[in-house]
């Protein structure tokens, strides 16, 4: 059965701290990780990561996938309040299949 | 462009009666989903659909959960008879077909439902 574990399950920082989430998988046929940042309601899709060693960015944020050791990492830096989130992990196995999700990882970040 | 909706945000019944969910994918997405999180647990995955047709019900829990997806619009999700261990939050999500070229589903707020 697929598998995605996330680390830590929930982090608190301060105002410009930087942070770094895990996500760990054992997939067959993996195709995907996407990352998803869940604030109130609906989880908004941050990255998708398919080749190893490329990162995508997005202003604070950064991801990577390491294929070889089966995990990625979404780094933040210079945290701000907005930040404070669950932050989760999944991944998929074919292009329009199902999406198999960590635990997800609750960050609080405090002014 | 709007996003995937769902509706109710929130639903109370009790055990043994009958909730209809309903979720609004974005405009032009082929592919719609059905997830739900129970308390403490991860998102997981109930039933993948391709415009009216079900391509993967692997994680529908039991018979007592029905999806149709009628026109290949709109979806429904019903449980009948609704039991404790339903309760959660039900998200819907829609993404684009083969041409799209990329699989970001994009999530609705979920549905709570709190079975008493």
Not at chain 2, 44 to 65: A, C, I, T, Y
Not at chain 2, 79 to 101: H, K, T
């Amino acid at each position: 059965e697929d598998k995605v574990v996330q680390s830590p399950l929930s982090l608190v920082v301060h105002e410009g701290d930087t942070v770094t989430l895990n996500c760990s998988y054992e997939v067959t046929n993996f195709r995907s990780l996407l990352w998803y940042k869940q604030e109130k309601k609906a989880p908004t899709f941050l990255f998708m990561l398919t080749s190893s060693g490329i990162e995508k960015k997005s202003g604070r944020l950064s991801s990577i996938l390491d294929k070889k050791e089966l995990s990625s990492i979404l780094n933040i830096t210079a945290t701000q309040t907005g930040d404070s989130a669950i932050y989760l992990c999944a991944v998929l196995r074919t292009s329009y299949g199902k999406l198999t999700f960590g635990q997800g990882t609750i960050l609080t970040v405090h002014p | 462009e709007a996003g995937v909706t769902q509706f109710p945000s929130h639903s109370v019944i009790e055990k043994g009666q009958t909730v209809t969910l309903r979720c609004d994918p974005i405009s032009g997405h082929d592919n719609l989903y059905w997830y739900r999180r129970v308390m403490g647990k991860e998102i997981k995955f109930l039933l993948h659909f391709v415009k009216e047709s079900k391509q993967d019900e692997s994680g529908m829990p039991n018979n007592r959960f029905l999806a149709e997806r009628t026109g290949g619009t709109y979806s429904t999700l019903k449980v009948q008879p609704a039991e404790l261990e339903d309760s959660g939050v039900y998200f819907c999500a829609s993404s684009r077909d083969l041409a799209g070229g990329t699989n970001e589903q994009f999530f609705g707020p979920g549905t709570r439902l709190t079975v008493l």
